[in-house]
């Protein structure tokens, strides 16, 4: 990739700062039940309604792993290119709060599941690879609401005990463009192996993250600050450019960064100092007694490597090499694995092409303007392919097409009952065609000898008076031919 | 009629079985008990009305298939009984009544045993002489003012003295051994794995063990069978077929090998155990076995090793008590970090706290590896020193305690010397490894002293099998007064 041509850089009185980033990604496991304990995890549910006897931490009870849990974070492991290890441990993290019944969170410290990986963004520089240093199991602690009661706190305990997967990423990003690439790519991964269902509203990805500065050039990373807990992409790059911005006018006025852990409040834009280094919390990690190492037999790992499905990064090798698309126009299609499959059912009725260009184009826009999914498309794949057909066949035009697409948008229907109920079809009978090129030839003369004296500009018009009179349903190619050849 | 309480249990059992007595009778007789024995301090709650009704219930529909038919049993007050308070010895707990039942004590009511009572222990099960419990220490039976062990001591009093036919123990370091051996009965700590932990209030997890505390060698075989089984609740319990060691139990014990480690021959150890151990090696020759001299050198570590373990694990298992969601509650404190510092300031004995103190100084970032991880290490050199020395052997023969029973407050206010009542009990925790303590022998007050044989692991039948043997040679009798009902 081209260094310079994309580089997000902090001018400075003195210098320029390159922004160094690295991510924890807090991913909630699909899964129905709890990391350690039966319970359900649906969201949304009556307050404490989904909680356990382990859940709540009540005395004698005791964990045991799901094992799907654990094959969907090796999942998630090979989806991040990274090592398996087939020996991990539960380590338990100390601390007190109140929605931390068991006062300390089962967790992987020291031998965490997956190893090193490594995740390619594409960029619109060109692609980046963002190494991954580990992912590790954990169990989400509960929920305490303080705004309920200017007095009380609740606590409800329905994510308590919730799987989750913390993936941490190398400091390898540069920029909140990065970091949103690198999100929104992790969330594609994970969706894919259908593994974590990427909902940042319901609080399925969270990330905390690390943003230090260094002046350009300079191979030391600086001193870091962690912003705990952001929800959603636009609160990260927003929290990264005020963090990069607050960091490098400390440093250009002399002063130094204090390590230590910060809060974005979203609704100031800022971050502000939540805990200093030494006030950081000794969490005490030692193997959990109560769990015996995992032990992952190398077949098992095997099996899930084979059962692996497509992953975005060689949907889109394949749809640039078997479908003749532009890595942009590939990279796009594949990054919701319900927008490649969408795709891939159109075309095997219709035009590689067009089916390109609508789904990108207006059938983006309309998804984006809706709010909605593909999957909740009031356009569907049948009635995508039927629209592109008739264009394809010359039923209609283009041009009519977009008519046609804006009912389809918002009423649904079949593309080819809305083109006979509207007259959409197009004209393409070169007898009636010429019927209506002469008629107009005739009706204006003086544009005709004007034409005709090297004022060529002039066949536009005529070409827009036959579309006007056929009501936009005639040939456009056919027009062109027999005007060309009555105005000679 | 006789006492029916001098029974045995399995005495007890083949007469429910052979309808020569019935259920209610032999209730009644330890309710009569219990109730005379109050002094004694032995139980925390008695569910005597439940006990009786469930007696009557099983004689109105007898079913003999269970190993307990008709049998009332109490247990240590660790255990999780569904709707019948449990307390684990702390004010914490006071009030505190589960809705679910641990898995050894199901195991038990399935097998036709139902519930006496809750005995007392030692706060958290953490003590050596059931004095660190919130509801008063315990008495034991064989003489007035004196300890009866800890932490299983409520548990060990009640058994000697009649107010429960047999019983359930815990032990992390000793618990259940260290008490059969002051009140002159019988403690089995199994293997690791082999019973269930779930539903047993957690002290240190690694070294948790529940087991039978008895009258005989057969009841121990008996209640060992109905106790323990796998639990896919417990992902440390042992997967494997479940053992008949009360059919199985047999003495002979020709040819067993059987080692006597040099290290436990410690500085100022009383003669008298020098001497009954002497007599146990002599009965284990007479009988058969050959007595093979072996060395467990890193035997010296055991006690710092396990004092750095279990406060550990300790100082995690018990943050839960933090008064937010059961349990005892401060009503002082103006905010979350008050109502903690109170609550657990008031709701923890001397004892628990000094071993949370020390467990979050071990695992302290700085501390970790000098402490928790060293011993962590050190614990497995003595779990090899284990398998190294049962190639050789098949079991080991060693003292249970360094002395008898001590005075009440004797040791009260000096850890250290409290500590040292494990010095012997506490490595086959450590390794995981079954042991069995059994009465041997008194001292020249006429205290109680056990023998404690430790077998490799899972091997509980053989242990069964050489303390039967011990147990019909040494042939002693305990001459409890029963001064308490006067």
Aim: charged share 25%.
């Amino acid at each position: 990739m081209s260094e310079n041509k994309s580089k997000y850089l902090i001018d400075g009185p003195t210098s320029k700062w390159e922004v160094v980033i690295g991510l924890e990604v807090h991913a909630q496991i699909s899964s129905n039940s709890k990391l350690f304990s039966g319970s359900s995890t649906t969201f949304g549910a009556e307050p404490n309604s989904q909680v356990s006897l382990v859940d709540s931490a009540f005395p004698g009870m005791l964990p045991v792993i799901n094992e799907f849990c654990v094959k969907q974070a090796v999942k998630t492991g090979l989806g991040l290119n990274a090592k398996i290890n087939s020996y991990s441990v539960f380590d338990r993290k100390n601390y007190f709060y109140a929605d931390l019944p068991q006062g300390y969170q089962i967790s992987q410290f020291k031998n965490p599941i997956v190893g090193e990986g490594v995740v390619t963004l594409d960029l619109p520089s060109g692609s980046k690879k963002v190494g991954i240093e580990r992912l590790h199991l954990e169990q989400d602690a509960g929920k305490s609401i303080h705004d309920l009661d200017p007095s009380n706190t609740f606590v409800d305990l329905n994510r308590s005990g919730i799987a989750l997967m913390e993936i941490v990423s190398k400091p390898d990003l540069r920029s909140p463009e990065e970091v949103k690439a690198y999100v929104k790519k992790l969330r594609s991964i994970m969706r894919y192996l259908g593994t974590c269902d990427g909902n940042m509203q319901e609080g399925s990805l969270r990330a905390d993250v690390n943003v230090s500065v260094r002046k350009e050039g300079d191979k030391n990373l600086g001193t870091r600050c962690e912003v705990k807990n952001v929800n959603s992409i636009k609160f990260m790059e927003m929290a990264i450019n005020y963090e990069a911005k607050r960091q490098v006018e400390l440093l250009e006025s002399g002063k130094s960064i204090n390590q230590e852990t910060r809060l974005f409040d979203t609704k100031k834009n800022e971050t502000r100092s939540m805990r200093s280094k030494e006030d950081a919390h000794d969490y005490r990690y030692f193997p959990d007694p109560d769990l015996l190492p995992l032990n992952l037999d190398k077949d098992l790992i095997e099996k899930i490597k084979n059962e692996l499905p497509e992953l975005p990064d060689q949907k889109k090798e394949r749809f640039i090499k078997d479908y003749s698309l532009s890595s942009y126009e590939s990279n796009v299609l594949v990054s919701e694995k319900e927008v490649a499959a969408y795709f891939e059912e159109v075309i095997k009725t219709a035009d590689k092409k067009l089916a390109t260009n609508w789904i990108i184009g207006d059938l983006f826009a309309t998804i984006n303007e809706k709010n909605i999914s593909i999957s909740e498309s009031p356009i569907k794949v049948k009635e995508m392919a039927s629209l592109i057909n008739s264009i394809s066949s010359g039923l209609i035009s283009g041009r009519a097409a977009k008519e046609v697409f804006e009912i389809m948008k918002n009423t649904g229907g079949d593309p080819v009952k809305i083109i006979e109920e509207k007259g959409l079809k197009q004209k393409s009978d070169p007898k009636e065609l010429e019927l209506i090129v002469t008629k107009i030839i005739e009706e204006n003369k003086d544009k005709v000898n004007q034409y005709k004296a090297g004022k060529e500009k002039l066949f536009g018009f005529f070409v827009g008076q036959t579309m006007k009179v056929s009501g936009g349903t005639a040939n456009p190619q056919l027009v062109n031919d027999i005007l060309k050849k009555k105005l000679k | 009629m006789s006492d029916l309480t001098n029974n045995s249990l399995t005495e007890l059992v083949d007469l429910i079985k052979k309808k020569e007595i019935k259920s209610e009778e032999v209730t009644n007789a330890y309710i009569d008990n219990i109730k005379k024995g109050k002094k004694l301090n032995s139980y925390i709650t008695e569910t005597l009305d439940l006990a009786l009704s469930n007696a009557k219930k099983f004689d109105l529909k007898p079913n003999f298939d269970g190993l307990l038919s008709g049998i009332p049993l109490a247990v240590k007050d660790l255990y999780c009984t569904n709707g019948v308070r449990t307390t684990a010895g702390s004010k914490m707990l006071e009030n505190f009544i589960p809705n679910y039942e641990s898995t050894v004590t199901s195991n038990l009511w399935s097998e036709g045993a139902f519930l006496l009572g809750k005995l007392n222990c030692d706060e958290y099960a953490m003590g050596s002489s059931n004095e660190t419990s919130f509801f008063g220490n315990v008495i034991n039976p064989i003489k007035e003012n004196t300890v009866p062990g800890g932490s299983s001591g409520g548990s060990a009093s009640a058994l000697a003295a009649n107010l429960t036919p047999a019983t359930i123990g815990t032990d992390t370091g000793g618990s259940i051994r260290q008490p059969a051996s002051f009140t002159g009965t019988v403690g089995l700590k199994p293997t690791y794995g082999l019973c269930s932990r779930w539903g047993i209030v957690a002290f240190a997890s690694s070294l948790d063990q529940a087991g039978p505390m008895t009258k005989t060698v057969s009841d121990c075989a008996l209640m060992l069978e109905a106790m323990s089984g796998f639990d896919p609740k417990d992902s440390t319990s042992i997967d494997k077929k479940k053992e008949h060691y009360s059919k199985k139990l047999s003495k002979n014990i020709k040819g067993l090998k059987i080692g006597i480690p040099k290290e436990y021959r410690v500085d100022g150890m009383p003669n008298v155990i020098e001497e009954l151990w002497e007599k146990g090696k002599k009965i284990l020759k007479e009988e058969g076995a050959e007595i093979i001299d072996i060395s467990l050198p890193h035997t010296e570590y055991a006690l710092p090793t396990y004092y750095i373990v279990a406060p550990a694990e300790a100082s995690s298992n018990l943050a839960r008590y933090d008064g937010v969601k059961y349990g005892y509650r401060s009503s002082k404190g103006s905010n979350l970090i008050e109502m903690y510092e109170n609550t657990r300031s008031e709701g923890f004995g001397d004892e628990v706290k000094r071993r949370i103190l020390i467990g979050t100084y071990v695992l302290s970032s700085g501390y970790y590896d000098a402490y928790y991880l060293k011993a962590q290490k050190v614990r497995q050199l003595i779990k090899n020193d284990f398998d190294k020395a049962f190639v050789k052997v098949d079991a080991i023969l060693t003292p249970s305690t360094p002395s008898s029973a001590f005075k009440i407050g004797e040791k009260k206010d000096d850890p250290i010397s409290m500590y040292l009542n494990d010095i012997f009990t506490v490595p086959t925790n450590l390794a995981g490894i079954p042991a069995i303590s059994i009465p041997a022998g008194h001292d020249q007050n006429n205290l109680p002293l056990g023998l404690q044989l430790i077998g490799k692991p899972l091997g509980e039948q053989t242990l069964l099998n050489l303390s039967l043997s011990m147990e019909s040679k040494i042939n002693i009798k305990h001459n409890i007064t029963k001064w308490w009902e006067k």
